[in-house]
């Protein structure tokens, strides 16, 4: 046997996504959890830069993934970690943060204008205020974040060569806009096709009540580059949910439902573009949603039956014209927020940076 160097850690063991076939011309980017790796970029370059002292406590605020991967990554620094959530952070990944040492404060009130975001928000500056040194890694502005994803696209390039079109689903737009800017330097073609929920303020629809979570913003995050995305797709809960199921049933790809809403959008393209290379954004594995999206009882309660998914999205004119209750897509083309017919205006959608569910 040929010896092999062991990783310093669990972070960098886990961090970068296994390529995997889906297809004849479709390939998973499939992460364990992808926000370890824009964690470990930004606190590892804050110390660096002497932002991250021995005594200096790290708050931010989350109600999901980066949460975690900050609290991983915090334990592995042995750096004090303050969250900032809300209550649709679920117990089991509560009682995981706390084992790992993070001390997390829930905002039981939403805020009248932006919500529980909002809220969180403004208990993080209080929180801050209150420290003689702190460190707030601001996943959503921090250029860190998309900085951090030019390793999957070099790992991309690298294994599959031309990469045609990257789909995946848009919270931050770090992981998206990080990965596409990259491949573009190689590849200026490579399309990017975004992925939303309904009701979420990214891509132009009004805010509203969202039952899919990791993905989508009731708030804008500085992060997003409209100009980056081809094209937006925006999917239900139920949708998503199914088609996660799916990925396990095919793939025994066991994924969040993130990763299934992206699958769900990337089939369809791969169909389409049979001559042509999709690679899909997988952000994250299921282990969190055994008691939900994998329980067909819970499924049933929510009223997202599994027999219920489309084959094919219905076209819109612009985020206005969207189909709320179904899969819906519009040609972006690469253009900025204002030019997009049908958006609601900018200031309405975010009035400023903000996290949500990630």
Same mark, same amino acid.
């Given at each position: 046997?040929?010896?092999?160097?062991?990783?310093?850690?669990?972070?960098?063991?886990?961090?970068?996504?296994?390529?995997?076939?889906?297809?004849?011309?479709?390939?998973?980017?499939?992460?364990?959890?992808?926000?370890?790796?824009?964690?470990?970029?930004?606190?590892?370059?804050?110390?660096?830069?002497?932002?991250?002292?021995?005594?200096?406590?790290?708050?931010?605020?989350?109600?999901?993934?980066?949460?975690?991967?900050?609290?991983?990554?915090?334990?592995?620094?042995?750096?004090?970690?303050?969250?900032?959530?809300?209550?649709?952070?679920?117990?089991?990944?509560?009682?995981?943060?706390?084992?790992?040492?993070?001390?997390?404060?829930?905002?039981?009130?939403?805020?009248?204008?932006g919500g529980f975001q909002e809220a969180r928000l403004r208990r993080l500056a209080e929180i801050r205020a209150g420290l003689p040194d702190s460190f707030c890694p601001e996943q959503y502005g921090n250029p860190g974040n998309p900085g951090a994803y030019r390793?999957?696209?070099?790992?991309?390039?690298?294994?599959?060569?031309?990469?045609?079109?990257?789909?995946?689903?848009?919270?931050?737009?770090?992981?998206?806009?990080?990965?596409?800017?990259?491949?573009?330097?190689?590849?200026?073609?490579?399309?990017?096709?975004?992925?939303?929920?309904?009701?979420?303020?990214?891509?132009?629809?009004?805010?509203?009540?969202?039952?899919?979570?990791?993905?989508?913003?009731?708030?804008?995050?500085?992060?997003?580059?409209?100009?980056?995305?081809?094209?937006?797709?925006?999917?239900?809960?139920?949708?998503?949910?199914?088609?996660?199921?799916? &990925? %396990?049933? +095919?793939?025994?790809?066991?994924?969040?439902? #993130?990763?299934?809403? =992206?699958?769900?959008?990337? @089939? /369809?393209?791969?169909?389409?573009?049979?001559?042509?290379?999709?690679?899909?954004?997988?952000?994250?594995?299921?282990?969190?949603?055994?008691?939900?999206?994998?329980?067909?009882?819970?499924?049933?309660?929510?009223?997202?039956? &599994? %027999?219920? +998914?489309?084959?094919?999205?219905?076209?819109? #004119?612009?985020?206005? =014209?969207?189909?709320?209750? @179904? /899969?819906?897509?519009?040609?972006?083309?690469?253009?900025?927020?204002?030019?997009?017919?049908?958006?609601?205006?900018?200031?309405?959608?975010?009035?400023?940076?903000?996290?949500?569910?990630?």
């Open positions: 046997m040929t010896a092999t160097s062991a990783f310093p850690s669990i972070a960098e063991a886990t961090m970068m996504p296994r390529v995997i076939r889906l297809g004849p011309n479709l390939y998973g980017a499939a992460f364990t959890l992808m926000k370890l790796l824009p964690a470990h970029h930004i606190l590892r370059e804050a110390e660096q830069r002497g932002e991250l002292g021995p005594d200096t406590v790290i708050v931010e605020t989350t109600s999901g993934t980066f949460g975690l991967a900050l609290a991983m990554q915090a334990a592995l620094m042995r750096r004090k970690l303050i969250l900032v959530s809300d209550p649709a952070i679920d117990a089991h990944l509560y009682r995981r943060l706390t084992d790992l040492g993070a001390r997390v404060e829930i905002c039981h009130e939403p805020a009248e204008v390793l999957v696209a070099e790992q991309l390039a690298q294994t599959l060569g031309t990469v045609d079109a990257l789909i995946g689903p848009v919270g931050s737009g770090g992981s998206m806009c990080g990965t596409v800017r990259a491949l573009r330097e190689r590849t200026p073609h490579t399309e990017a096709i975004g992925v939303d929920s309904h009701h979420s303020v990214l891509f132009g629809q009004p805010d509203g009540p969202r039952e899919l979570r990791g993905l989508g913003n009731s708030l804008w995050p500085a992060n997003l580059d409209h100009r980056v995305f081809d094209e937006v797709h925006w999917l239900t809960a139920g949708e998503a949910f199914a088609s996660t199921r799916a &990925l %396990h049933a +095919r793939h025994a790809l066991f994924q969040g439902p #993130t990763s299934g809403a =992206a699958y769900l959008v990337a @089939r /369809w393209w791969a169909e389409r573009n049979p001559d042509r290379t999709g690679v899909v954004m997988l952000p994250d594995e299921g282990y969190r949603y055994q008691a939900t999206v994998y329980d067909d009882s819970w499924l049933d309660a929510q009223g997202h039956p &599994l %027999h219920e +998914r489309p084959g094919a999205p219905a076209a819109a #004119t612009g985020p206005d =014209a969207a189909t709320a209750d @179904r /899969w819906t897509r519009f040609a972006w083309d690469r253009r900025a927020y204002e030019q997009v017919p049908g958006a609601v205006s900018r200031h309405t959608a975010a009035a400023r940076p903000a996290e949500v569910g990630a």
